[in-house]
Every structure is written in C-alpha cells, then in structure tokens.
C-alpha cells in the first residue's frame, strides 16, 4: 500500500492546478444556481420608504396613547393612501389617513393601527367611501406596524458575497434591488467519456456479455447537480486508437474538464493512461481509498483530467471526493465542504486499511444517529447508492471499527438530526 497516494495531499495537489473560471453576465431570470463573481452592495435602502405594514390608518401615536375598548378615540380622516400612491397631504394633530399595506407612510404619522381596532371593520359599503372620521379603539406607539426605510437593507452594506451560488432568496433581493443582469462565474464545461468494449447505450439492446453505459449518465448529472455543463460523448472501445479519437474529440468541445470512466486499472487493455500521457500528462494515479484506488488526474492537451474508476460506485465517490471539489473551484464557488453528520456504527465493520466509503442508512435510535451498513458493499452495486442516506467515512489505518464507534458520514440525501424530530 505503500505506493498509493494519500487521499487529502492527493485532493490539495489536485486543487493546486485548478482556477476559477472568467466572468460572465447572465440575466437575473437565468441567475439561478449560478455563482455571483463579485460582492453585491446595495445601492438603495429597502424598504426604500418607510411603509404600512398593515391596511389601517396612519395615526399620530400621540393623539390614541390614552384609547382603549372603553374609551375610543375618534380621529378626523383627512385621506387615502394604497400601495404604489404617495400621500396627498400631510396628517396634523387629531387627523388620520387610511392606508393599505406597503404604501408609504404619511409626513405626520409615525403609527398605523390596523383596521381591525377601529370602527371601520364593521363598514358595510366595502370601503368605497372614506369615513370622514374613525374610531380608534387601542393605543398605539410611535412605530408601530410601520416598517421604516432600510428595515431590511441599508444603502452601501454588502448583501451578497462572491462565491455565492445563487438561491431563490438570493435572485429575489438582487431583483429588489434592481439588479437586472449579474456578474457570474462562467459554468464549467465538462466532457464525459467512457471507455469499454463490454458497453453498449441505454436505447441498445444488451448482447453476450455486454452492459450498459450508467456511468456516463450519473456523471452528467452530478456535473449539473455542481453547477456544471455535461458534454456527453459516445463510449470509446478499449483501443488505443478509439480512445486517442475520443480524447481528440473531447478537445474540440474547448471544454473546461474532462473526465473519463473506467480504463485507468491496470488490466491488459486498460489503455485510458496511455493515451493521456500521449497528448497530455499523467500527474497523479492510485490513491488509498477504498472504492476508488485507481483514479488518475493529469491533463490533456492542458486541460485538467480526471480518470475516473469504470465501476459504478467507485466512479460516484471518486467524484465526490475529488472532482467536486474541482468544480466547486473552477466555478468560483466559496467552499466546497460536503455535508457531514456524525453517527454511531451499528455494527462492528472491518476495513482494509484504506480510507473507506461505506454505504449506510442513517436511523435515530433515542436520539442518536446510527448507521448500519447497506448489505453489498460491491463496488459495482449501483443500487447500493439508491438505497444509502450516506457514506460512513473509515479513516486510513483503521482496520477494525467496533459497534458504537463514532464516525463521519457523508450525507447523500437529507436526514433528520437527533434532536430536530
Ligand atoms: P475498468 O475500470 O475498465 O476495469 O471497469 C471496472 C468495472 O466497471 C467493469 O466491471 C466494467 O464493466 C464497469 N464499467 C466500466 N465502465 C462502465 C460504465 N460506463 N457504466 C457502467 N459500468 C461500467
Ligand atoms: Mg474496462
């Protein structure tokens, strides 16, 4: 074991050689997902008025300090206000202005009392006319239900930070803020290649010994699920030749990265490794993890280059530990952390002393997160990855894990805490 890579080096070599990609501007409309190259800072103050929280009346919170269920005070109603108005006047001593949600709160006034503690809930003419006076039946203070200029944001701070990929939320105060196209990091584009004889395409029928081409498909989507562009192409035959084509191929799509499944072992017709060092160059070639020992990364024709591994499982956490983080990179994303829990074994687990990748479920038994493996933890069972909430991390030098040990998992769909059920 000597001779293989340790995973971490491996992964801080490997980032080493990677950067974020250009700018680009995208629309806001097409900004979700899409990681922000620049910090965002606001322009205005939002709220940029300050505005009624409730439909009601703009009062003076001097005039209904003393008002009360018994004791009413009654207010002469000088004019209306709806959202996207601005007042007509202003409200003087003993005045009030009926005011809808959102509209802007009137020179004056410095409360509002919603319309469910006046007289006017019981108005039956669907409040078409304005009262000429109302009746405030509860005291207010001086800002109540009144949401003053920058409540929510303030001219000159920064909302957003470079490395941000865009959620809702996100898009949302951009927009607010007037933000119609944004600074982005252009996307990756990512070629997909795989090399085998025995493959054959999903729309194919399935001949003697043959099998069909997941890896291309499951890598395509965890390229889009990191904010990538999959560029698939079709499966190369395990000769020099097919994969030089391929490789040539790849180049022409100008793609940012290239990845390969399968080829990189070390078996007789294994021949992905040759070709790289051809047209480009071998860097890095088996790390201690289990599954996954036989990645490879380099670079062809200067592009950055991930051999992956050709079995199904071994190629989804090769990715996950190091071609994620390299998109996350070449993306200008902040950090690239996975989400991890920790979890108390359920059973006792050997390991061989590589640092493993064991498929789990994840269960809360009296508040404390166990995990028990999947059954098969066959590098070529797909399903396993199906049916897992994550994969329970066995660090390098360990060979045997006891029941009740603790140990990181690496979440492959969310689950409840301990605690937050
Ligand atoms: P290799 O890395 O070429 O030795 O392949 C290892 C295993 O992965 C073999 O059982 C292959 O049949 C399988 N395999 C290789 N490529 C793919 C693929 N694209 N999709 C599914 N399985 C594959
Ligand atoms: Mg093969």
Known sequence: MADLLNVDDTLNRILQQIHPLSTEETPIAEALGRVLAQDIVAPIDLPPFA????????????????????????????????????????????????????????????????????DDQWRSDGHARLPETVAIYRHARRGDNVRPSGEDIRAGETVLQAGTALRPQDIGVLVSLGQGRVPVVRQPRVVILAT??????????????????????????????????????????????????????????QPDLIISSAGVSVGTHDVVRDVV??????????????????????????????????????AMVTFDVFVRPALAVLSGRQDHAAPLVHALTGEPIRSDGRRSYLRVRLSDENGQLIARLTGTQSSGALLSMVQADGLLIVPEGVTDVPAGTRLSVRLLRPVNRPGSR
Not at 283 to 298: S, T, Y
């Open 51 to 118: 505005n009624s929280s409730m439909d009601g009346y703009a009062v003076r919170a001097e005039d209904v300090t003393g008002a009360g269920h018994g004791q009413p005070v009654r207010l002469a109603v000088k004019f209306d206000i709806r959202a996207g108005d601005m007042p007509i006047g202003a409200v003087g001593p003993h005045e009030a202005a009926r005011i809808m949600t959102g509209a802007p709160l009137p020179e004056g006034a410095d409360a509002v009392v919603p319309v469910e503690q006046t």
């Open 196 to 253: 085998g004889d025995e493959l054959v395409d999903v729309g194919e029928p399935l001949g003697p010994g043959q099998i069909r081409n997941s890896n291309s498909y499951v890598l395509a989507g965890l390229v889009a699920e990191n904010g990538g562009i999959p560029i698939r192409l079709p499966t190369a035959r395990d000769s020099l030749d097919d994969v030089r084509r391929c490789f040539r191929a790849a180049l022409d799509q």
């Open 277 to 314: 060092q051809e047209l480009g160059e071998v860097m890095m070639w088996r790390v201690n993890l289990r599954p996954g020992k036989p990645l490879a990364f380099g670079q062809v024709g200067g592009v950055p280059f991930f051999g992956l591994p050709g079995n199904p499982v071994s």
